[in-house]
């Protein structure tokens, strides 16, 4: 059985490097992207499990991101996660579709529980 494929998505190089980490050693094929436009090509390119999703990026933002994965990919499981603490971000994130919101930082072990919840167990 293949392992699930999970798309990061984030402009910090050193908390992708941390998820990309972390998501490997649980088993999950991991991409990463550093923007949104990187994201919209890999999603393009590729058939992933899921989206790990920042929320403020600059150029184009996690909810761009989300908009275009909910007109092309509907069913495509998305967390968005964010260092806002505002309760209208998260209501923005899922009225957009996103599945689950991640307040950063976040603990390897919430990482790993919404991973799983929303992505599936990595193989």
Request: some cysteine; charged content about 20%.
């Amino acid at each position: 059985m293949l392992s699930r494929r999970i798309l990061v998505v984030d402009d910090d190089p050193d908390l992708r490097s941390v998820l990309q980490e972390r998501l490997s050693y649980c088993g999950y094929t991991v991409e990463a992207a550093e923007n949104g436009h990187d994201a919209l090509t890999n999603l393009d390119q590729g058939d992933f499990d899921g989206v790990l999703l920042d929320y403020m990026m600059p150029g184009i933002t996690g909810m761009a991101v989300l908009q275009h994965i909910r007109q092309h990919y509907p069913l495509l499981p998305v967390v968005m996660m964010t260092g806002e603490t505002s309760t209208q971000v998260t209501a923005q994130a899922y009225v957009a579709g996103a599945q689950a919101c991640l307040l950063k930082p976040f603990d390897q072990e919430t990482l790993e529980q919404v991973v799983r919840r929303w992505f599936g167990t990595a193989a």
